[in-house]
């Protein structure tokens, strides 16, 4: 038996326990959970736990297409706390993607080793710099959540380097798939994603995580993998 966590998939992270819900014939509410090998640092864009945090736990959570909730992080606090996750040492994040779709890659230089774990929609494809996404409905589930977490420390300015090459990233996976907004602009991302990066061990450790450090590079690396890889699947 899983549990009400989930079944445990193969996840090659020290310390690390991926745990998938799938969605059942009743109810289509499910998840993704990693359990961390203790409090450690991360920069995120969650709407539960996001900013500068020491989580235990992140927790992506697929909700119905169409949900909508004037209160999402209060919405993932009651799910995280029916799986008996304290909210508070709790990455939440938000999607109406399957976990079915999960993609993940992982990667190592100079001592790292990288792993990104993507969902991807891209519905509500947006470009930044283009028009006005609020002009257009969105036309399906659109979200891309990017988680990921590195064998290694990562010093604060380092964490906001590596959420920018993992979102560089992102915006070059989309243009490479070609992926459009509904004003037929090329994509930079969809109006509702979240970038999660998690620092899992003391050492190595690096003050910077732009793309000529070999963090940084692999931040990348992994995270266009992962996307381009969850793309193709929206494609076939």
Same mark, same amino acid.
């Given at each position: ?16 326990? !991926? *745990? ?15 359990? %961390? ?13 996001? @900013? ?23 919405? !993932? ?15 939440? %994040? ?7 779709? %999960? ?6 230089? &100079?001592?790292? *080793? ?9 519905? =509500? ?19 891309? =959540? ?7 420390? !990562? ?13 560089? &990233? ?7 798939? =070609?992926?459009?907004?509904?004003? @037929?602009?090329?994509?930079? @991302? ?20 732009? !793309? ?20 193709? *699947?929206?494609?076939?």
């Amino acid at each position: 038996m899983s549990g009400p966590r989930g079944e445990r998939l193969p996840f090659g992270a020290p310390g690390v326990t !991926l *745990r998938r819900t799938l969605p059942s014939a009743r109810a289509w509410r499910h998840h993704l959970l990693l359990e %961390l090998p203790g409090r450690c640092a991360a920069l995120s864009s969650a709407p539960l736990g996001g @900013g500068f945090s020491r989580p235990r736990f992140v927790l992506s959570c697929s909700v119905e297409r169409g949900w909508c909730s004037d209160d999402p992080a209060g919405e !993932l606090r009651r799910y995280a706390r029916a799986l008996d996750l304290p909210p508070a040492e709790t990455l939440g %994040l938000l999607t109406a993607v399957s976990m079915a779709e %999960l993609e993940t890659a992982s990667a190592a230089r &100079a001592g790292w *080793r990288v792993h990104a774990l993507v969902t991807a929609g891209v519905g =509500n494809a947006a470009a930044a710099g283009g028009r006005d996404p609020l002009g257009a409905g969105a036309a399906g589930a659109g979200t891309v =959540n990017l988680i990921v977490l590195l064998e290694g420390a !990562l010093e604060p300015a380092a964490l906001v380097g590596a959420v920018q090459s993992a979102t560089e &990233a992102k915006t070059a996976a989309l243009r490479d798939a =070609n992926v459009r907004t509904p004003f @037929g602009e090329l994509a930079t @991302g969809t109006t509702t994603d979240t970038v999660s990066v998690v620092s899992l061990a003391p050492a190595p450790r690096s003050p910077y995580a732009g !793309l000529a450090t070999a963090p940084g590079f692999l931040v990348a690396d992994t995270a266009y993998t992962a996307l381009a890889r969850a793309l193709r *699947r929206l494609d076939g």
